[in-house]
C-alpha cells in the first residue's frame, strides 16, 4: 500500500470512527441519520457499476422507497401492502422508460432495495432496541470490525490455499478460521467477564451471525463487484473504497441479528 493510500485510510479512520461510535451511543436521529447517508452513498456506488454494463437502475424508486423507510422509524414499521405497492410501481415505471436491458433494470433495482436499503436500514431497527439496543449494536459493529481485521491480517501474510478465488481471489482459509476464531474470543470474554446473563450458546450464535455470514456478506459483494470488472465500489472513503466496501459484511449480518433477537431472544 503506498504511503498517499496509507494517508488516506488514516484521516479516514480517524474522523470516521470516533463520528460513528458517537452515532451509536447517542442513537435516535443521530444514527439513524449516518445509516440513511450510507444506505444514498451505497446506491450511488451500486448505480455507477451498473451504468458501465448499460444497465440503468430506477434511482428514482429506490429513493423514494430508501425516504420511505427512514420515515418507518417515526410512523408504522415496513410492511407487505407498501412493499407490494413498491414492486408494483416498479414493474409499472419501466414499461415506460423506454430504457435498453429492462429485466436487468428491474432486477437490480429490488436488489438494491433489499440489499442495501432493507438490509442495512435493520441497523436502525437494533440500535432502536429498547434496553440492549446501544449493546448489541456496539457488539456488532466492533466484532465485524474484529472478523475483518484478523482475517486481513493473518490471510494476507500467512494464507496460502484460496477459500472462493474465483469470487475473491484473496481470501484464505486462515484468513477466514481466523476472523472466526477472533469473534468468538471477544464475544466469549465480554458475554463471560462482562455481560454474564448469557450461556455460552449466546457467543456461539453470535460468533456464526457475526463472523461466518458476515464473511458471506463480503463474499456477496465481491461477487456482485466480479460481474461488474470493478476492485472497490467507490472512493468515497479515501483508502477503504467505497461505502458498500465497508458495509458488505453487516449487509448480512445485521438482518440476521435482528431476526435473531427477535425470534430467538425475543426481545
Known amino acids: 500500500m503506498d504511503n498517499n493510500k496509507k494517508q488516506s485510510r488514516v484521516i479516514v479512520n480517524v474522523l470516521g470512527i470516533p463520528l460513528l461510535l458517537s452515532a451509536i451511543y447517542f442513537g435516535g436521529i443521530y444514527f439513524q441519520c449516518l445509516i440513511f447517508v450510507a444506505i444514498v452513498m451505497s446506491t ?64 437490480i433495482t429490488i436488489l438494491a432495495m433489499i440489499w442495501i436499503g432493507i438490509f442495512m436500514n ?10 440492549i439496543g446501544i449493546e448489541m449494536t456496539f457488539v456488532m459493529f466492533l466484532s465485524v470490525w474484529i472478523c475483518d481485521s484478523a482475517a486481513f491480517i493473518f490471510g494476507s501474510k500467512f494464507g496460502k490455499s ?10 484464505t482459509w486462515l484468513g477466514t478460521i481466523s476472523g472466526i476464531l477472533s469473534v468468538f474470543c471477544l464475544l466469549f470474554i465480554y458475554f463471560t467477564f462482562i455481560n454474564k446473563n448469557q450461556t455460552i450458546l449466546f457467543p456461539i450464535a453470535l460468533t ?14 465481491s461477487m456482485i463487484k466480479r460481474q461488474f470488472q470493478v476492485k472497490d465500489s467507490g472512493t468515497s472513503l479515501r483508502g477503504h473504497g467505497g461505502f458498500l466496501d465497508r458495509m458488505d459484511s453487516l449487509m448480512l449480518a445485521a438482518p440476521t441479528f435482528y431476526l435473531f433477537l427477535k425470534y430467538i431472544v425475543v426481545v
Open 162 to 171: 484460496k477459500i472462493l478465488p474465483n469470487i475473491s481471489p484473496n481470501k
Open 208 to 221: 456464526l451471525i457475526f463472523a461466518i455470514i458476515g464473511q458471506i456478506g463480503d463474499f456477496v459483494e
Open 44 to 107: 450511488f456506488e451500486l448505480n455507477a457499476m451498473c451504468i458501465k454494463q448499460d444497465i440503468q437502475i430506477q434511482l428514482f424508486s429506490i429513493f423514494l422507497f430508501n425516504s420511505y423507510l427512514f420515515l418507518t422509524h417515526f410512523i408504522d414499521p415496513l410492511n407487505m401492502e407498501v412493499l407490494i405497492l413498491f414492486l408494483i410501481f416498479i414493474l409499472s415505471f419501466e414499461v415506460f422508460r423506454n430504457k435498453t436491458n429492462p429485466i436487468e433494470n428491474i432486477a
Open 122 to 131: 435493520c441497523l436502525v431497527i437494533i440500535r432502536n432496541m429498547i434496553e
